[in-house]
């Protein structure tokens, strides 16, 4: 058996994952990954176990990716074949355990045994027969991927780099001086973005990944001194050389990521985006969507930009009431747009017009009648990976829902294509017998005689090799059905998905305007809701900067905003309405008194002059 299969299946999976469960996925950077040297790959983690299937799915020349795993996973037989034919590596503990800085004499030495096996994998080393068996030259120089940040966490910047991803490329180099690997190439230390629209969003025109692979981080100078201080025994030079290091990997990591100081600056700078670029903003280039999120986010947090600080504020509260309106109505900016603009008057008529037309569309337009037989096919995935959502995940960290729809889910959907599977051998089989349906005349000819052959000979006809050929026939008519299958449904889940979403829309506009204002939530029970969508719990794994002796952070980030009462969205509807314009006039204002000028701050002025000025003059007089 191929040492590697179980690697291969899994990379296919990843790849699977990605096409199917995100809409876009764009990578930049492959010029910066080398094709065949040793790699070590330090990446953001912010999305669980999507984070290593994107890494394993889009890293460039298609290299084998190998990640830590703990060593007592391969004392099972059945465990360490998995394991071992996966590409993942023994290590004896958590390389990004904190370490105590009173025993830095034991340091290297721990180091040494942590890490001999990553240094032996990035040279190409196989183990054999068991760990401590190598045989050089038997794999090519591999790849081996990290996640400095030690845990997947849901933070508006990255919070933490620990020393695991600094250890392994300077004890690389150490390995490489001390052994006399001349023939064993130097590393190359990448940092990679990783930038999501929208974690947890399936098949929506939200859910996006943009994948940065950044320039390698030069480690020369790092390697020299860290082998001179290890052959002296200096564990003291040696620690502050590894966290001179860290720190570089991770302003690396900061610059090719988003990054907001409080989640009251990315909540507002995220619905801020979808202002300026209203209906556009689910049709931006990644790459625009990157530059403009960091643009407006400096524009509402960084003490270099000089504007009016009231005015700053006074912007954030009203974009943050109108995100948490949205949030606990279950809407999207883009999507009430679409469906009420904010240039036509919220009334009664209006709502049961656009509830008529959005009903009207969604069920007469061709694309529902095109999608419904495929859309069966995908009812177990669907259904599968809602239960999952809402009864595995916890709401609160978008990462774990978008983790359980993609695992759950592709049980499902791996149910649906067994079927078809077995669907199309017992065609096969029962057009070997009969031959019936094979008349030339129909689009499914093309598939129907390949099927009919195929069942001739696995029913005996032509002896072995005759078996053989029926075999492989069959196979090669399941993987293209079933790989049409998929394309149909990606060409047409996207736009009924929009769809909707936009028929429920109208149907809670329409619920919220047609009944009284009296039924509406009293404005002092609205506190709660004002305050943007609630934030992740406190990560248990990740270090937060501590309280002062008044009992409050120093990190701003730290703030938790709690889930709100659940509500009927109906109540919010006209607040919600109301919290748009005052939305729409803050950000129209503000952007107009900036003097800064650059091109992502252009860009943004430009919107706001053409989308806000212009178009929603009425809303600030």
Known sequence: MEPMLVYFILRKISDWSMSIFYSEVEVVGKENVPKDSPLLVCANHHNEIMDIATLTATIP??????????????????????????????????PNAPKDSSSSSATIPANESLFAETSRALAGERPRGNLANYVTGVWPDRVVGVFPEGTSYTEPHIMQAKEGAAWAALDFAKWKAEDDKAGVKPLSVVPVGLVYTDKSQYQSRYSKIYVK????????????DYVAASLSNDSTTAHSIVAKLTENIRTELVKLSINAPTWDVLYSAEIARNILWDDQADQMKLEDFDKTTRTIIALLSDPDVKTDVEARRLTISSLLKYSGLLHYSGLRHNTLSAVLPATSSPGKCQAIRSLIFQFAVTLLHPRLILFFPVA?????????????????????????VAEFKVIVGGVGLGISYSAVTIALTRLALYLGRHGALTTGRRPVDFVVP??????????????????VWGIAGLAATVYLSLKFLTHWHKWLVRGNYTQLKRLIASYKLAAGLLRPASAALAADKLGP?????????????????????????TDDAN???LRAPP?????????????????LRSVAQYVAGLSLKGDGVDDVKRRAAALN????TDLQR
Not at 377 to 393: C, E, I, K, Q
Not at 567 to 583: E, G, N, P, T, Y
Not at 613 to 616: G, M, S
Request: hydrophobic share 35%; aromatic share 10%; glycine share 8%.
């Open 61 to 94: 020349h298609r290299r084998q990716v190998s990640f830590w795993a703990k060593s007592s996973m391969f004392k099972n037989p059945i465990t360490r074949f998995i394991l071992t034919s996966s590409g993942a590596i023994p290590v004896k503990r958590n």
């Open 213 to 224: 692979y950044g320039e390698p981080i030069p480690i020369q100078a790092y390697a020299r």
């Open 376 to 400: 069966i096919l995908y009812t177990p995935a669907y259904l599968l990976g809602f239960l999952a959502s809402r009864s595995l995940a916890n709401p609160l960290l978008p990462e774990t």
């Open 450 to 467: 390949s099927l009919e052959l195929a069942g001739r000979f696995l029913r005996g006809e032509g002896g072995l090799s005759g078996r």
């Open 529 to 553: 809701y004002l305050h943007g969508p609630p934030t992740p719990p406190l990560n248990p794994f990740v270090k937060y900067q501590p309280k002062d002796t008044n009992g409050s952070s």
């Open 559 to 561: 703030k938790r905003i």
């Open 567 to 583: 509500v009927a969205s109906h109540k919010l509807i006209r607040h919600l309405l109301d919290a748009r314009k005052d939305a």
């Open 613 to 616: 000025l212009r178009r929603y």
